[in-house]
DNA sequence: TTGTCGTAATTGTCTGACAATTCATTTGCT
DNA sequence: AGCAAATGAATTGTCAGACAATTACGACAA
C-alpha cells in the first residue's frame, strides 16, 4: 500500500503533512502510535532519514512524542494547553518583534482582549487569583526594582487576571497576547511617578473584582489601557521610525 | 568554537531549540543566512542528520527557511501573519477538538474574544469589509444550503467583522478562536429557524456597524452569542458525554 | 518466586555516497 | 568585444548501511 506518490519538492514535508492533515482528519487519534520508521520508508517508498526529518517536524510542532525501545515509536500526542501556550508566545512574539508592529497596536489589541475577560473574571475570580494579584501589586511597590521586573511583575497580574475568566480557551488566547507584548513594554523606561500610577490603577482594578463589579472593573481596566498607550506614545514617539536606542 | 556539548537526550532538539533562541533573542536577524549544514557540524560536533533534523524541525515552525544551490542554505525567514494565521488555526483546533473542550467553553471564549474588536469594528470598517458581511449574509440565506457551507460562510462574516477592527494583531489573535469553533459548530444541525434567526442578528450586527453605532454591534452581537449557546445546549445535550454520532 | 541474562524491536546518531539545484567562472564561437 | 555554452563549486535533498542506546519480554537458573 505505497501512498503518496508525490511531485517534485520536499518529500519530507509532504510526509509530514500527510500524517499531520491525518491528525487533524481524526483517522489518528490521540496516544495511538504511528508505523515504525521502516514501516513508514515501505508505504511512502522512501529513505529512512525523509522519514525521520518528516517526524521530526511533527515532533516540533507538539503533534507526536517518540520512544525508544521494544515498544516504542512515535505517538499522537494530546496538544495539551501549556504546549499550546508556549507556540503561541513564542508565535507572537516573533510576529511582533518581526514586523515592527507600532506599540499602540499591539497595545490596543492586548487591552482589547484583556477587556474582553474582565467582567468574567469579577464573576468568577476565585481567592487565590485575587491573592496572586494583591501579591504582584506589593512587589511592584517595592522601591529598587528593576524596569525589567516591573514589567514582568505586570504581565503575571494580567494573567491573574485573565486566568480569572476561568476559562482555558481564554486564557490560552491571551496568554499570546499579553506575554508577547513584555519585549515592547521593556522598552519603556518607567519613572516613579509611572509606577504609581500604574499600581494605583492596578489596585483599582483588584478591588473591583474583589467587590465583583463588572463596570467598575472594565472602566479600571480602560483608563489603564489608555494611560499605558499615553505612556507609549511620549517614550516611544522619539525613536518610532528609527532603530531603538533611547541612549541619548 | 565549539557550541553546546549537552548531556543525555535528543541532540536535534537541543541544537533547534539553540537556533530558535538565538533567532528570538535577536542574535540571528531576519533574512540572515545560517551556517551551512557542514558547517553546524563543526560548530556542534555531531553528524549531518542530527543537524539537518535540528533545521528541519525549525523549518516546521516556519523559523527557517532552506534554499538549494550554491548561494543557498538556512534563512531566518520573517515570521508572516499568514503563517501565523494557519500555525495558530491548526493549534486552536487541535487543541479544542483533543481536549474535549465543551461547546459552551469554546463559545463563550469566542464571543467574548469577538465582543472586544466589535466597537472597534463599528468606527473603522471599510466599505470592503462590509460587502464582504452583507455578500455572506446573502449566501447564508440561500435555500438548499449545507450545514457545512452554512458553517463556512458564518466563518467568513465573523472573520470580516475581526477584520473589520483594522488591528491586524487583533485579527491574528481572533483568527484561532473563530476558526477552531468550526468543527464544533459543524456538529450542530441548523433547522430552518435557527438559520433564520442567525440572519437576522447577523444583518442587525451589520447594519449597526454600517450606521458606526458601537453599542448597538455591541448589543447584538451578544443576542447573537447568547442565541448560539442555547442552540449549542439544547442541540448536544444529549450526546453531552459520549461519542458524537447524532444519526439517530 | 525471583533475579539475571540475552534477544528482538525501535529510535538516535554517524558516515559516506550520489542527485539536484543554483551561482560564478571559464571557455569558445562569432 | 560580446554573448552563449560548458564547467565547476557549493549547498541542500535523498539514500543506504552501520552501530549505539533504550526498552520490553521471555528464558533460564538459583
Known amino acids: 500500500m505505497k501512498t503518496e506518490l508525490d511531485e517534485n519538492k520536499d518529500l519530507s514535508a509532504q510526509i509530514a503533512e500527510a500524517i499531520r492533515d491525518a491528525i487533524i ?55 495539551s494547553f501549556e ?9 507572537s512574539t516573533l510576529l511582533l518583534s518581526m514586523n515592527s508592529v507600532d506599540f ?3 497595545c490596543e489589541a492586548r487591552y482589547a482582549l484583556e477587556r474582553s475577560c474582565a ?7 476565585t481567592p ?3 491573592a496572586t494579584m494583591r501579591a504582584e501589586i506589593h512587589r511592584q511597590s517595592q522601591p529598587g526594582l528593576t524596569d525589567e521586573a516591573f514589567c514582568a511583575s505586570d504581565v503575571a ?3 491573574a487576571l485573565v486566568d480569572g475568566a476561568g476559562n482555558p480557551v481564554l486564557s490560552y488566547q491571551l496568554a499570546g497576547a499579553v506575554e508577547a507584548m513584555q519585549p515592547l513594554m521593556n ?10 500610577r500604574i499600581v494605583g490603577l492596578h489596585t483599582e482594578i483588584t478591588d473591583a473584582i474583589e467587590a465583583q463589579i463588572p463596570e467598575q472593573t472594565d472602566a479600571s481596566l480602560q483608563k489603564l489601557a ?22 541619548e
Open 128 to 130: 487565590d487569583q485575587l
Open 226 to 247: 489608555q494611560y499605558t498607550i499615553e505612556m507609549g506614545r511620549s517614550r516611544l514617539s522619539a525613536t518610532a521610525t528609527g532603530k531603538t536606542s533611547p541612549s
Open 104 to 106: 499602540e497596536t499591539a
Open 119 to 125: 467582567p468574567l473574571s469579577a464573576q468568577r475570580r
Open 25 to 79: 482528519e481524526g483517522n489518528l487519534i490521540v496516544d495511538q502510535r504511528l508505523p515504525s520508521e521502516a514501516e513508514l520508508c515501505e508505504k511512502f517508498d522512501v529513505g529512512r532519514s525523509t522519514v525521520r526529518e518528516a517526524l521530526k517536524r511533527l515532533a516540533a510542532q507538539n503533534l507526536i512524542r517518540t520512544q525508544r525501545g521494544a515498544t516504542g515509536g512515535a505517538f499522537v500526542n494530546r496538544m
Open 157 to 159: 497580574f494580567h494573567r
Open 187 to 196: 522598552m519603556i523606561t518607567y519613572t516613579q511617578r509611572d509606577r504609581e
Open 83 to 91: 504546549d499550546a501556550y508556549d507556540q503561541q508566545i513564542t508565535t
